[in-house]
């Protein structure tokens, strides 16, 4: 493999942090402090007294250029320099690779700076994070439906569709319970709902109080007022038309803790990820929350005047310490977590894809029958082998040894809620585990199968113990680490005009400054600006690792301007846009089920996957809302967290490789990005790379299928 190059520094980068931006992102002001001090102002009006001024007047201040070009040209030691006093990190440095994607992202609030959808001042900041959960959504739920129920004073839900069913049963089951709990407290809880359910009210009012006789109706099945008797429950509907998306999908509980996921309330067939943030980072997310509710809050939350950054009490307690076993699995379990105590050396970096691939892989590698390395020589025997750990794989390995039937399932029919995290994992990783007369893939596929799909087979050999499927990921304790937001506001209007935010900036910038790799997965890609930085990253030797979900929502994204299905993106970058030595750089596969052995359209709704992350160089990551496609790029309001930390990066990395088979079977050919099995067919039900005369019509009947909630989000 060549040596990446540098990205272009001939020319320094015309972006720069203006002295007015400099100034507000180094105030003590916010939108939630202001609100603190006098809560009859709505975050909107708090908003406009913060900032009003700035908002037209910023132009003249900010830097020049397109936004399509930021990240490339050289930026000096002096403005990353300032970059840096722009944020509040805490006690650990920012890395020059996370202060380059800030700084490009601040730079966009200079253009426009209601569309960093946070104060400027609360951008940038610190956090840790206890856990990440990559699963099914009953498993996500599962959590939230917890953190509900230990909540004290408040809650703040955010979701763009919320569907009745089994889904959202775990989340009114946990507020009929938390209402409960409360009321032998003799206290009350204040909660907010916020989710998108298009309606042709919000024409007039984009953000539409929900009054209670609708929320409580069939389509969304709130608890009524009476039923939860003391919780104090508002409900707004946001949707900014015509395209402006509320896509946003978060909670956060008592301004302590906060998540952030990439699933709606909704029953379907997706793998998904959450991760749970804690510290001053919270912060940044309730002032985001309360931008994003605009309205009057009636009643206040109780915790306006109570910061996280002034808390110390976290999930890092001993329950937490005694989640890992000294080997750093979960206690009872194989799948090693911890970070710390992975193999050394090559075989947990995202390389590791490629070579793992090449060992354990007996077909489906390249869109051929036959394995090939990384640097295409080689083939493979026709036999699964066991992992570089040299633990011996064995289909008769003795199962976990945690007594699974004292853990009953918590489900939504039968809620177990738990103390804290340590027993939620526990719980969780029971359920994943076989049953008597089970073995490992077979649960697996129960799992996997849950509440749309019982009944459907995997057909994936046995994996190594090690490889188990590990839906919650506990991160050992740790000091809070450099943390921003990255995200983009909601934008109507049918074209692409709203690009410049600091979520694009942020993606462009890790594509144009990364030196070794990036990795992104996606249920779509097909965003305009995106495709020419993938190029311009592996045409300069950095490795670019594209996870993306075969099918997904390709008749919506067939309509004009929505850039393309998938298939037709993968095709054109092979066989027009890269050269032959830069597509070495490119290793682009098709999500596949940790239960299967190849790639199943979405559109059969049996397989998909709908996370939405990108690490750069193995220790930034982005993580959030926002699809690498055009309605998140150019429409949808989005929320994600930037982070900069090589072991929650090398955890994630992992726990994608133990979660998914999408590296072992999943790969496309470098000739012509089609996806084949080993007798040369391609993937049964695919689109294929040409959609034919009348995609566009398809595209119509997708975009009717997504307002209704049965299309992809």
């Known amino acids: 493999m060549s040596a990446p190059h540098d990205s272009d520094n001939s020319a320094e980068s015309p972006y720069k942090i203006s002295e007015r931006l400099y100034e507000l992102c180094r105030s003590p002001e916010s939108v ?159 909660m907010k709902i916020i989710y998108d359910r298009g309606s042709p009210k919000q024409v007039f009012e984009p953000h539409y109080m929900v009054p209670e006789s609708e929320y409580t109706g069939n389509a969304v099945a709130l608890p009524a007022s009476h039923d939860i008797p003391n919780i104090d429950l508002q409900v707004i509907n946001y949707h900014r038309p015509l395209l402006g998306t509320f896509h946003a999908k978060y909670m956060i509980v008592d301004r302590r803790v906060a998540v952030l996921q990439s699933n709606n309330i909704q029953d379907n067939d997706n793998v998904e990820m959450m991760v749970q943030v804690e510290g001053p980072i919270v912060d940044s997310m309730y002032d985001m929350a309360l931008l994003s509710w605009h309205k009057k809050l009636e009643p206040p939350l109780p915790q306006l005047d109570s910061p996280a950054v002034k808390s110390e009490i976290g999930s890092f307690d001993a329950s937490h310490a005694a989640i890992f076993s000294p080997d750093g699995t979960i206690k009872g379990h194989s799948a090693i977590v911890d970070p710390d105590k992975l193999p050394s050396g090559e075989g947990y970096g995202l390389e590791a894809f490629e070579k793992r691939r090449a060992t354990e892989m007996p077909s489906h590698t390249d869109g051929t029958a036959e394995a090939t390395s990384l640097d295409g020589n080689g083939t493979v025997p026709d036999t699964h082998q066991p992992r570089d750990s040299g633990v011996e794989l064995n289909s008769e390995a003795e199962v976990p040894l945690i007594q699974t039937d004292t853990l009953p399932e918590h489900t939504a029919e039968d809620p177990h809620y738990d103390e804290n995290l340590a027993g939620e994992i526990q719980r969780v990783q029971a359920s994943v585990s076989p049953k008597p007369g089970e073995t490992r893939m077979q649960a697996v596929s129960r799992h996997l199968n849950h509440t749309v799909n019982k009944g459907f087979e995997g057909n994936a050999p046995e994996c190594d113990p090690q490889d188990e499927m590990t839906p919650c990921i506990p991160h050992p304790a740790h000091e809070p680490f450099p943390m921003a937001l990255v995200c983009r506001p909601p934008y109507g209007t049918p074209n692409h005009a709203s690009v410049s935010n600091p979520q694009n900036a942020a993606w462009l910038s890790a594509l144009r400054n990364a030196q070794k790799n990036v990795f992104i997965q996606s249920p779509t890609l097909n965003a305009e600006p995106l495709i020419p930085a993938i190029v311009e990253a592996c045409e300069r030797g950095v490795d670019v690792y594209c996870y993306i979900c075969l099918g997904y929502n390709d008749s919506g994204e067939m309509l004009p301007m929505q850039g393309g299905h998938n298939e037709s993106i993968v095709h054109r970058l092979y066989t027009t846009l890269l050269s032959a030595t830069a597509k070495q750089h490119l290793h682009w596969y098709w999500y596949v089920a940790k239960d299967q052995v190849a790639p199943i359209p979405a559109s059969k709704k049996k397989r998909s996957c709908h996370v939405k992350l990108l690490i750069a160089d193995e220790h930034i990551g982005v993580v959030g809302n926002g699809n690498q496609d055009t309605q998140s790029w150019f429409h949808s309001q989005e929320i994600n967290i930037m982070i900069d930390s090589p072991k929650i990066c090398r955890a994630w990395i992992a726990a994608l490789r133990r979660n998914q088979n999408t590296h072992l079977y999943g790969r496309v050919s470098s000739e012509d990005g089609v996806w084949r099995d080993e007798k040369g067919l391609e993937a049964q039900g695919a689109t294929g790379v040409d959609a034919g005369r009348f995609s566009w019509a398809r595209g119509v009947v997708g975009a009717i299928k997504r307002v209704q909630g049965t299309g992809g989000f």
């Open 32 to 190: 939630s402090s202001l609100v603190a001090k006098d809560p009859s102002l709505t975050p909107g009006e708090a908003w406009k007294k913060l900032f009003g001024q700035h908002d037209h007047d910023l132009a003249g201040y900010g830097s020049k250029g397109d936004i399509r070009d930021i990240g490339k040209g050289s930026v000096s030691s002096e403005e990353l320099e300032r970059a840096r006093s722009c944020g509040r990190w805490g006690s650990q440095e920012p890395s020059d690779l996370f202060l380059r994607m800030y700084h490009d992202a601040l730079c966009t609030l200079d253009h426009n700076l209601e569309c960093g959808m946070v104060s400027p001042s609360l951008m940038g900041s610190s956090g840790t994070m206890p856990l990440t959960i990559i699963s099914v959504v009953p498993d996500i739920v599962r959590h939230m439906s917890n953190l509900i129920v230990r909540a004290e004073k408040e809650v703040f839900l955010a979701t763009n569709f919320w569907q009745n069913g089994v889904a959202s049963k775990y989340i009114t089951n946990a507020i009929r319970e938390l209402s409960r709990r409360a009321g032998e407290r003799g206290t009350k809880i204040v």
